[in-house]
């Protein structure tokens, strides 16, 4: 199973970015996907996490501002963050929920 996931980069507050991760290797659509990142200095936290069935949970700081989404047929899943804020700032990796598939990270920064 590989996970790569892009979309990461420099943005101001307020601004947007859409992060994707495509995996191979595995039955994707079968499988709970989900969004983690990983500030300077603390814990890899939960962002966001959608099922097989589409039902998806977020974090409380982020429920509003981030959508998660997947293509089947692509064997990706996004992760729209809107409204970014400086704390959002992370390396932001997907994984297969429960398992000890990740990808290699992306580099989110956002600039007051």
């Known amino acids: 199973v590989q996970l790569q996931a892009y979309g990461g980069g420099l943005v101001q507050a307020g601004g947007s970015l859409r992060l994707s991760c495509a995996a191979s290797?595995?039955?994707?659509?079968?499988?709970?996907m989900a969004w983690y990142r990983q500030a300077p200095g603390k814990q890899r936290e939960l962002v966001a996490r959608?099922?097989?069935?589409?039902?998806?949970n977020y974090a409380d700081s982020v429920k509003g501002r981030f959508t998660i989404s997947r293509d089947n047929a692509k064997n990706t899943v996004y992760l729209q963050m809107n409204s970014l804020k400086p704390e959002d700032t992370a390396v932001y990796y997907c994984?297969?929920?429960?398992?000890?598939?990740w990808g290699q990270g992306t580099l989110v920064t956002v600039s007051s």
């Open positions: 994984n297969i929920f429960n398992t000890n598939y």
């Open positions: 290797g595995s039955i994707f659509s079968l499988r709970t």
């Open positions: 959608i099922t097989s069935e589409r039902t998806t």
